[in-house]
C-alpha cells in the first residue's frame, strides 16, 4: 500500500529536521520527503492520512526489553510483546537474552530469530549473552554471524574480572556492543557463586543492603574498555557516583555509553511504599539527589539513551519479600517522558527524540534511527497533546508490574508504522 503523511510536524534529530512536512511511502520504503506532495501526485492511488496536528518522527527505538519468551510465556511472548511495544510508539526493540533457557549460542540466536520473523510485528534485534553461566565467554564470533546485535548478562553483573576482559577483547574483534548490567544484589551473589566455579575475587565484594556496588562495575568496565580498546555500554546507570565516571570517561575519549530508565529518572526510593513490589527493580530505586543527577546527566548529553528495561513479571512472582525484580514500560515510557522530562523543560522534545532514535541506533549499530528516503518506513506518529491515564489493564503487554498505574499523562503515540 502507499501511504501520504500530511502536514505533520517532522522532527528527524539526525538533519535537526523541525518542520511541517509530507512523507510519502511507497512499498513499505520512503519514497519522498516534501512540503505539499499530493499536489505533484495525480494519477497515483495512495491512501492520505492527515497528521497536521501531530508530530512525525523516526520509529522509536527501545533496546533494553525482556520478552521472556522462550520459557515464561504467560508473562510476555515475541507476540504480545511485540504489540506493547508497537502501543507505546517503538518500531524497534533489542530483546534480552536472560530467557528460560538463556540466550547462549548461535543456535539459540538463529531459533530465537525464526521466532521473530514469525510472530513479530514490529522489528526485534536479539541480544545474546556475554557468558556461559558466568564459567566462560560466549563464541562471540559464531554469535554475532548467527544474528546477535549486541552481549549482556543483563540481570547479573559479571563479576570475575577475567571474563570480562576476554568478553570485551572478543568484542573488539568482531565488532560488537557489551552492554553491563552493573548492580549486585544478594541474590546474583548466591547464583553466581553456584555456577562461577574458578571464581577469583568476588569475595571480597559481598554486595551491601543498599546495593550500591554501581560504581565498583562501571568504573572497572570502563577501565577494561580503554585497555582492550572495545566499546561498553552501562545498562541503566542510576547513581550520580558512576554518572561522574561516566563523563570523566568519555571527556578521555574511552568509548562508553550509556542508557537510563523512565523509573530511575522519575522515581526515588519512598516509591515502594507507596507501589510496593511494582517498584522492586534492579538497581533499586536510588536517593532523590542520585535521581537529580541522573537528570542533569541526561540533559548535558552523558546518558546517551532513555530505554525501558521492560521486565514482565505475573502477580505470583511479584508477591512479598520474595517478589521479583522489574518494571514494564513499553506502554508508558514515551508518555513519562514527555510529560515529566520534556514538558517541564529538563529535555527538549528533540532530545528525547534522539534518545529514543538516531542515539540507540548508532549505539547499537541498527539500521533504524532516521528517516531517509529508500530507507523502510520506519515511523511513529504521536500526538503531544492527547491526555490519558495509565491503566495497566488495557496493556498489550501480558503483564501488569507498573508502579505508573493510574498516572496522568500527556502524549501518546497515535500510529506506529513498521
Ligand atoms: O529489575 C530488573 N529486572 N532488572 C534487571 O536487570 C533484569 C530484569 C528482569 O529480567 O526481570
Ligand atoms: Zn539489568
Keep these: 500500500m502507499n501511504l501520504l503523511l500530511k502536514g505533520g510536524m517532522v522532527i528527524d534529530p539526525i538533519t535537526n529536521r523541525d518542520e511541517k512536512l509530507d512523507i510519502l511511502i511507497e512499498n513499505s520504503l520512503i519514497k519522498k520527503i516534501a512540503p505539499n506532495i499530493a499536489k505533484t501526485l495525480q494519477n497515483v492511488s495512495l491512501k492520505i492520512i492527515d497528521v497536521s496536528r501531530y508530530i512525525v ?3 522509536l527505538i527501545d533496546v533494553h526489553t525482556h520478552l521472556r519468551d522462550p520459557g515464561e510465556p504467560e508473562k510476555e511472548t515475541i507476540f504480545s510483546g511485540s504489540e506493547a511495544a508497537a502501543e507505546g510508539g517503538f518500531t524497534t526493540i533489542v530483546c534480552q537474552p536472560n530467557t528460560i533457557p538463556k540466550i547462549d549460542t548461535p543456535q539459540k540466536v538463529k531459533e530465537i530469530i525464526k521466532h521473530i520473523k514469525k510472530y513479530s510485528s514490529i522489528n526485534i534485534y536479539p541480544s545474546a549473552c556475554i557468558t556461559k553461566n558466568h564459567c566462560d565467554v560466549v563464541d562471540v564470533k559464531a554469535i554475532k554471524t548467527a544474528g546477535a546485535i549486541s552481549l549482556t548478562d543483563d540481570g547479573d553483573p559479571i563479576i570475575r574480572d577475567d571474563l570480562m576482559e576476554e568478553a570485551l577483547r572478543q568484542a573488539k574483534k568482531y565488532d560488537i556492543l557489551v552492554s553491563s548490567h552493573s548492580e549486585l544484589s544478594p541474590w546474583s551473589v548466591e547464583a553466581i557463586r553456584k555456577l562461577s566455579l574458578h571464581s577469583t575475587d568476588w569475595k571480597n565484594m559481598l554486595p551491601t543492603k543498599d546495593y550500591n556496588q554501581e560504581v565498583f562495575f562501571v568504573r572497572r568496565d570502563i577501565k577494561l574498555a580503554k585497555k582492550t580498546g572495545a566499546r561498553i555500554h552501562i545498562s541503566h546507570i542510576s547513581m550520580e557516583e558512576s554518572i561522574i565516571e561516566v563523563a570523566r570517561a568519555k571527556r578521555e575519549g574511552v568509548q562508553v555509553t550509556c542508557e537510563a530508565t523512565p523509573h530511575h529518572l522519575l522515581l526515588d526510593s519512598t516509591a515502594r511504599e507507596l507501589y510496593g513490589t511494582n517498584a522492586k527493580v534492579n538497581p533499586p530505586l536510588r536517593n532523590p539527589y542520585d535521581v537529580s543527577a541522573l537528570k542533569d546527566a541526561l540533559r548535558d548529553g552523558t546518558v546517551d539513551i532513555i530505554a525501558s528495561d521492560h521486565a514482565p513479571h505475573s502477580p505470583k512472582s511479584k508477591q512479598w519479600d520474595k517478589a521479583s525484580f522489574g518494571i514494564i514500560g513499553l506502554e508508558t515510557t514515551l ?73 496522568k499523562l500527556r502524549g501518546k503515540a497515535v500510529a506506529t508504522i513498521v
Design 335 to 407: 508518555g513519562l517522558i514527555l510529560t515529566h522530562l520534556v514538558t517541564p523543560g529538563i529535555i527538549t522534545l528533540q532530545d528525547a527524540i534522539a534518545k529514543m532514535t538516531i542515539n540507540p541506533s548508532r549505539i547499537f549499530n541498527l539500521k533504524a534511527g532516521k528517516l531517509s528516503i529508500g530507507m523502510p518506513a520506519n515511523i511513529t506518529i504521536i500526538d503531544l497533546e492527547k491526555e490519558w491515564q495509565v491503566d495497566v489493564n488495557k496493556f498489550k503487554s501480558k503483564s501488569r508490574n507498573s508502579p505508573f498505574h493510574n498516572w
Design 57 to 59: 518522527v523516526p520509529g
